[in-house]
């Protein structure tokens, strides 16, 4: 397979590890980075992919390429940015930046992309698991999707939480958001990701309730959520735990991506 990347932070760097840890047969990488970082990618990869990779800085050289699936890891405004004219192209993209799609302008627009060039683009489960069972019952008619996520205090520093509880001093958990998946996701970007992947594999974005909540009592970041169908009410709760290599990623995001690449690579995709 050939390979495209948008992006080349922790994820991407977290996932050729586990593609190679899982010897993927990826014969060719391009990996689509802002200019001002290209050449530090260049010398990166000229380590770890030798003969097979590229390093470009637009969209049309990343199409040009021609490569066989895109992973769009770069952030919100990369995917505003790149994503439509890759689908455009007819090229396969995985978005993982999912808070984007709050945006339903440019959901809208990827769409028309994706229909146009005759393409798609793929949603992975990300931080959370579960999405399987909860997108396949949507058309058996959903009644809740309830999402908490939980973490430790500061680890909400640098968003709107800060100015509504003292998180430095919290003795016991402090719930500060409770409402829509729409509004999680404008007022909570970082959080942004699983209450729109939860919005779209269920039942949308004003229906999708969500909970955040500061707990000291807690060392990791906790996502669990609650689904009422006709047929199936199930609770999911997953607890990340830090990376010993790098604690800023988000290694079941790694995983789930990664799964969805050796899936178009193996003889069972499960
Ligand atoms: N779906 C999920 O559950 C989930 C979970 C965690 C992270 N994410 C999302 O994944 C994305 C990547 O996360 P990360 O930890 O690897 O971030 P990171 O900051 O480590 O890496 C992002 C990389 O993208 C590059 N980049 C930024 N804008 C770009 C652009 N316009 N064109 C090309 N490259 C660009 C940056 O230079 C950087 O190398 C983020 O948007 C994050 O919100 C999703």
């Known amino acids: 397979m050939h390979l ?8 991407a760097r977290t996932l050729l590890k586990v593609l190679a840890q899982e010897q993927a047969a990826i014969s060719a990488l391009t990996v689509l980075s802002l200019p001002e970082f290209a050449e530090g990618v260049e010398g990166e990869l000229a380590t770890t992919f030798p003969a097979s990779a590229r390093v470009v800085t637009r969209a049309e050289e990343l199409i040009a390429a021609g490569p066989d699936l895109v992973v769009e890891c770069a952030g919100h405004q990369a995917v505003a940015q790149h994503a439509t004219a890759v689908l455009r192209a007819g090229i396969e993209t995985l978005i993982v930046s999912i808070g984007a799609l709050a945006d339903a302008g440019l959901y809208a627009q990827l769409t ?13 489960a990300g931080a959370i698991g579960g999405v399987d069972i909860l997108s396949a019952l949507r058309p058996a008619g959903i009644s809740a999707v309830t999402y908490t996520g939980r973490k430790p205090p500061m680890a909400w520093t640098g968003t709107p939480a800060e100015a509504l509880v003292d998180l430095a001093g919290l003795t016991e958990e402090a719930v500060f958001f409770e409402g829509t998946a729409r509004d999680a996701a404008t007022l909570y970007p970082k959080n942004a990701n699983v209450a729109a992947t939860l919005a779209l594999a269920g039942i949308g974005w004003d229906e999708t309730r969500v909970r955040l909540i500061a707990d000291p009592a807690v060392g990791r970041n906790i996502h669990e959520y609650s ?5 199936a009410d199930y609770t999911i709760r997953i607890e990340g735990k830090p990376s010993v290599d790098n604690p800023k990623t988000s290694v079941t995001t790694v995983y789930s991506v990664a799964r969805e690449v050796l899936n178009r690579l193996r003889e069972v995709a499960i």
């Not at 990347?5 to 994820?11: D, K, P, Q």
């Not at 689904?227 to 047929?231: A, K, N, Q, R």
């Open 4 to 11: 495209g990347l948008i992006g080349y932070g922790n994820i």
């Open 227 to 231: 689904v009422t169908s006709e047929v």
């Open 112 to 124: 028309r992309a994706a229909h146009e060039g005759g393409s798609r683009f793929l949603l992975p």
